[in-house]
């Protein structure tokens, strides 16, 4: 990524950021989308804590997965499942400046299958 669009995601990012706030009724799923995983936890701002995680890198171990849509769609399911460990229904969904498209949205879509509202 070069300088210039670097400068434009944090941009469009921070932007987003003061849009979004999670709370402890309501806390904030974050996406962070690499080349090659993707990473997604569930926040309360309020406090400052993580409530829950999962990555692709967990669900690689677990399961042969053929590509990362899917990976994506099966990381959904277990954040979901996680946060319904901890009682979180409802959820704020943060997609930083990333589409919601192929990956993200496959997410969200595992995400919601398990019981999860955006």
């Known amino acids: 990524m070069n300088l210039q669009k670097k400068k434009q995601f944090t941009k469009e990012m921070r932007k987003r950021r003061r ?7 309501k806390p904030r799923v974050s996406v962070f989308r ?5 990473y997604v936890q569930i926040i309360d701002d309020k406090k400052g804590i993580t409530l829950a995680a999962a990555s692709s890198k967990e669900i690689k171990e677990i399961e042969d997965k ?3 849509t899917e990976l994506a769609h099966a990381v959904g399911l277990a954040l979901a499942e996680k946060a319904k460990d901890k009682g ?3 959820v704020v969904f943060d997609r930083a400046s990333y589409k919601y498209h192929g990956r993200v949205k496959a997410l969200a879509d595992g995400a919601r299958e398990v019981g999860l509202e955006f």
């Open 19 to 25: 849009a979004i706030k999670g709370t402890d009724v």
């Open 88 to 90: 979180v229904k409802k």
């Open 66 to 68: 053929k590509n990362k």
């Open 34 to 38: 690499s080349l090659n995983d993707i």
